[in-house]
């Protein structure tokens, strides 16, 4: 136990994003998204992501936890945790619902409006990511999503409407919810939903990758730029998905790799956070002759937009191998994986790994020099009610208390600068990667299944009370309930 707590202020809270809970797919002129048009996977089975609605599939964002219409409640649940902060997205679709209308939808603008009312009313922090998986189907389609340089313009001009919009209500931002994924570009499914890329056949993804890229780091830094001219205390950062990477063994190849992926894997926010293409990316860029469309504008625009601090989610470590893949020969990193034994797995195959996440707290801290925050962490697990109606969920308790515990080490022992915890999914919701309602992460339970079935009553896990506890102490007490 620490004698220490985290620093004063320090935001607890958890996290969602619009499309996995919100429900109301096409209420108050809500156009679709890209997430709309993906249905109900499993662990293995990934999702389909159909052209339009088709009848007789399940599409699990349609109607998700139902959060439109429950809120209130849920923020009340919230509260009652404790929550200082909450993290959710603007849906882009409920603002601009095409993505290339010339004025906003009222309507839209009005449901945050009384969303982040309901959090001051209680002392919660939004915390708001643009940019979550929800680009708007039409430009999907119309401009083939961030192939198109015109995307530049359609998602600065939802920024600033929102910036505009929430200037006193909103104080924490981000522009694009873990950019980064997108070095996996050979996964259909984060292709398309980090940039609405849907691939031709034997199409060059990676080239695809990097382009569009390109333009989703320069939409970013005007984004940081407009959000400061706008409000000035605003705090805008990027948002990635933080791994480690381990080499798989001591020898110097592994080692020589996994310093390679690491560099494909965190490029983006080199430039987000740094202003500047890291040399060994310009140069491989340059080698394949890819990312053509790069202007002296665009190198100026990333100067200037620099992020305030890292955002990032933490579900677990990348362990790489020269065997499987030559260092000159990488591509995409998934190829170089390989499992780590000495990590446990969840059901849904992801390996659990608390002390990585003190390794990427320093590892951040050090090559970033900025404020950190953690923005996502969990287990996604099944849980089971009881008789009685209780869920007693110690397994997602025990994942976030030695998360916890080793983040504190980072802040107290290292020194890392540290804004916030939020861990992901607070309340149960739609999984972004399956689809499915059983994966589940909450605090709060949400009576509703795979299938689409269920009251959607929402009931307190043991898990509740245990965060309570912690946020109570300040992260001093990790303990309360554990056997
Ligand atoms: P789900 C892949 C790898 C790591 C994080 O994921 C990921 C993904 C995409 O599936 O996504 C983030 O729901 C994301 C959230 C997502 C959460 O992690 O697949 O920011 O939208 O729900 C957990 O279990």
Same mark, same amino acid.
């Given at each position: ?291 053509? $469309?790069?202007? /002296? +504008? @665009?190198?100026? =625009? ?5 992020? &305030? %601090? ?72 099944? $849980?089971?009610? /009881? +008789? @009685?109606?209780? =869920? ?5 308790? &025990? %994942? ?84």
């Amino acid at each position: 136990m620490f004698e220490e707590k985290m620093p004063k202020g320090f935001l607890w809270g958890g996290a969602v994003a619009a499309h996995q809970l919100e429900g109301a797919w096409n209420v108050d002129g809500k156009g679709p998204s890209v997430a709309d048009v993906m249905t109900v996977g499993s662990a293995d089975q990934p999702r389909e992501i159909t052209d339009t609605v088709e009848p007789g599939k399940i599409y699990p964002n349609h109607d998700a936890i139902d959060f439109y219409h429950h809120y209130p409640e849920d923020i009340k649940m919230m509260a009652e945790m404790g929550f200082k902060c909450f993290r959710t997205s603007i849906a882009w679709t409920r603002i601009f619902p095409k993505g290339d209308e010339a004025e906003p939808n009222e309507k839209g603008l009005e449901f945050y409006d009384k969303l982040f009312d309901c959090c001051h009313k209680y002392g919660i922090e939004p915390v708001i990511t643009l940019s979550h998986f929800e680009i708007p189907l039409h430009l999907v389609h119309q401009y083939g999503g961030w192939r198109s340089r015109k995307m530049i313009d359609f998602f600065t001009k939802f920024a600033k409407v929102c910036f505009q919009r929430y200037r006193d209500k909103v104080k924490y931002w981000m522009t694009f919810n873990e950019i980064d994924n997108q070095s996996d570009f050979n996964n259909p499914f984060l292709m398309a939903t980090n940039s609405g890329l849907l691939f031709r056949k034997g199409e060059n993804r990676e080239a695809a990758m990097y382009q569009a890229a390109h333009y989703e780091v320069v939409a970013s830094a005007l984004a940081v730029e407009i959000g400061h001219q706008i409000n000035p205390d605003f705090q805008i950062g990027c948002m990635i998905n933080y791994m480690p990477i381990y080499p798989a063994t001591a020898k110097p190849a592994d080692q020589l790799l996994a310093q390679e992926a690491a560099q494909r894997r965190y490029w983006f926010s080199d430039v987000q956070a740094n202003g500047e293409y890291p040399r060994e990316v310009e140069t491989y860029l340059q080698r394949k002759g890819y990312r053509q $469309d790069i202007t /002296t +504008a @665009d190198r100026m =625009i990333l100067r200037e937009g620099t992020v &305030d %601090y890292v955002g990032f989610s933490y579900y677990s470590s990348m362990t790489v191998s020269a065997d499987k893949v030559g260092v000159d020969e990488l591509t995409d990193l998934h190829s170089a994986g390989v499992p780590n034994d000495n990590l446990p797995k969840t059901d849904w195959h992801w390996e659990v790994d608390p002390e990585g996440l003190r390794y990427g707290l320093n590892w951040l801290t050090d090559r970033y020099h900025k404020p950190l925050f953690i923005v996502e962490n969990g287990m996604g697990a099944y $849980d089971k009610v /009881t +008789a @009685d109606g209780k =869920i007693h969920d110690d397994y997602r308790i &025990d %994942y976030l208390r030695q998360h916890i515990s080793e983040m504190e080490k980072a802040v107290v022992l290292d020194g890392v600068d540290l804004m916030g915890y939020t861990p992901w999914g607070c309340i149960d919701l739609v999984s972004a990667g399956t689809g499915q309602m059983d994966k589940r992460y909450g605090f709060i339970y949400v009576d509703k299944n795979d299938k689409g079935e269920g009251s959607l009553k929402r009931s307190r896990k043991d898990s509740f009370y245990w965060f309570q506890h912690v946020i109570e102490s300040n992260g001093a007490d990790l303990d309360y309930g554990v056997k």
